[in-house]
């Protein structure tokens, strides 16, 4: 079977493949102060939880935005499972043209979004990723990466929201029922949850008309996408698993 990890600011998500079928999927906090054997000793007990064997595993593929645990992350690979793992990055091949100027620049995990949605959703369509970050995607019909844009993520915009004021108190992302609120507290997750579904729908409109097709299929993924995704008329589809989905189509490409 096949591992995927795909490594973020806040979460590692991994999941098990059997050739296209998702078997299991876990999310584990991503820590820096981690060591190669608690990580190991970690994934071993969600196996086992799971009645699974570490040595089911035959090849492991990973996307990391946090170049700081890759060393980790191989090593704890290579103990645990016996297996050299692969990261994306320069010289993987992704099946997609990426026209990025500066293609090193751009995160593995936006790859994987791109390469995922072009062959789910494609093939020309635009990708959310609602994580730390909120980022969009474009990938054309002749399956090119065309670029995006990224804003702040809505848990890392609420932070700054109460930590740069001496009086506002902090919140939960929880979508109030009306933009007109009557409280502090409603009155920031107004602000903060409908001017996010404001910000999508402007930006996914002005991507259709740049593209000059309004017909293209829009995708959501990521950890707060589904606080969005049920508010705004922009978002087609919601995918949880996109980026993992990506990690397998590439290694496919690259064994």
């Avoid at 998500?13 to 054997?37: G, H, I, M, P, Q």
């Avoid at 500066?102 to 369509?125: E, K, M, Q, T, W």
Wanted: glycine fraction near 10%; hydrophobic fraction near 40%; charged fraction near 20%.
């Amino acid at each position: 079977m096949l591992l995927v990890m795909d490594i973020g600011n806040s979460n590692l998500k991994v999941a098990l493949f059997r050739a296209s079928e998702l078997v299991n999927y876990w999310r584990v906090s991503t820590n820096n102060s981690y060591s190669s054997d608690e990580y190991g000793i970690i994934l071993d007990g969600m196996f086992r939880h799971a009645g699974r064997n570490l040595r089911e595993v035959t090849g492991i593929m990973v996307s990391s935005v946090v170049p700081t645990i890759n060393f980790t992350i191989d090593h704890m690979c290579r103990e645990y499972f016996k297996i050299e793992p692969m990261f994306v990055g320069p010289g993987i091949k992704t099946g997609i043209n990426i026209l990025y100027e500066s293609p090193r620049d751009l995160g593995a995990d936006r790859i994987c979004n791109a390469v995922a949605a072009h062959n789910f959703y494609g093939p020309s369509c635009i990708f959310i990723d609602f994580g730390s970050a909120t980022s969009f995607g474009v990938v054309d019909s002749k399956g090119s990466f065309l670029g995006g844009c990224i804003c702040p993520g809505m848990k890392l915009a609420s932070e700054a929201l109460v930590s740069g004021t001496s009086k506002l108190p902090h919140f939960e992302l929880s979508m109030p029922d009306q933009v007109i609120s009557r409280t502090t507290v409603t009155n920031l997750q107004s602000g903060l949850l409908y001017g996010y579904i404001g910000q999508v729908n402007y930006i996914v409109e002005r991507m259709k008309e740049e593209l000059g097709d309004h017909r293209v299929q829009v995708v959501a993924t990521g950890g707060l996408a589904l606080l969005v995704a049920d508010r705004s008329q922009a978002i087609d589809r919601l995918d949880g698993l996109l980026t993992l989905k990506g990690l397998r189509i590439i290694y496919e490409k690259n064994t």
